[in-house]
């Protein structure tokens, strides 16, 4: 399967989605920053499973409607950063669905994730990471799962690699940079994380009119059950929606 990530920088990349999804023919769709109340029920094949809501830019997924069916979908809310408090922003900064392949008669797990920006430290960017795994997981336990998105996470990659891989997951890295914009914060922002899937490939597509370049994953979904790390109370998301 196809999934594309893209986050369109305060909606201004909308209208390219379109062409995006009609070029590489994606199975499913994940948007960042885009505008909630102004965005189609279906592009190209693609319908809607469901869009944030308590904040007008938030998070999306497409999926392709003759392949799957949109199973449940759930908002998540992650710690806040100092950006969170200030801007006031949604903290829902997670929106997963759990899918049902009708052709191979199996579920999988797709989410929509943005990171807090680059003023947070990139330990609360870790935490936010391992807190929406763990959410995600509660979909559906032992299912495949894959998590696209704009991560914020341009330096000391390896590390979340390593913190990444240690609660079961594999994080991939598209082959070129994704955020080419200002010359001292270029690098890799938009990532895929996964378990129970064979990523095939992770690639940069052409710049639009958005600060970030999409990402298109090519994945092949299969059965990897794994035990997640506990999370302590102290940890727990603020809340699921």
Do not use: W
């Not at 999409?214 to 809340?239: Q, Y």
């Amino acid at each position: 399967m196809k999934v594309i990530s893209y986050n369109l920088r305060k909606h201004r990349a909308a209208g390219e989605l379109l062409s995006l999804a009609d070029r590489h023919d994606p199975d499913v769709l994940c948007l960042q920053e885009c505008d909630t109340t102004g965005i189609p029920h279906r592009i190209h094949g693609l319908r809607l499973a469901q869009a944030t809501t308590r904040n007008r830019l938030g998070l999306a997924v497409y999926y392709r409607e003759n392949g799957f069916r949109a199973q449940q979908v759930q908002a998540i809310r992650l710690k806040k950063s100092l950006h969170d408090r200030v801007l006031r922003p949604a903290e829902e900064r997670v929106l997963g669905v759990r899918l049902h392949d009708i052709d191979a008669g199996r579920e999988l797990i797709l989410a929509s994730f943005h990171a807090a920006p680059l003023t947070a430290l990139n330990s609360l960017r870790r935490h936010q990471i391992r807190t929406a795994l763990v959410e995600l997981e509660k979909m559906g336990p032992g299912l495949p799962a894959l998590m696209v998105g704009d991560y914020n996470y341009p330096v000391f990659k390896e590390a979340l690699g390593q913190k990444v891989r240690d609660q079961g997951y594999e994080l991939s890295l598209s082959d070129a940079r994704t955020y080419t914009r200002y010359r001292f914060f270029r690098g890799h922002y938009d990532f895929a994380t996964s378990v129970g899937f064979d990523i095939e490939g992770v690639r940069t597509l052409a710049q639009g009119r958005s600060d970030h370049k999409p990402i298109l994953v090519t994945a092949s979904p299969g059965s990897v059950p794994f035990e997640p790390e506990a999370v302590a109370e102290d940890d727990a998301p603020a809340a699921a929606g």
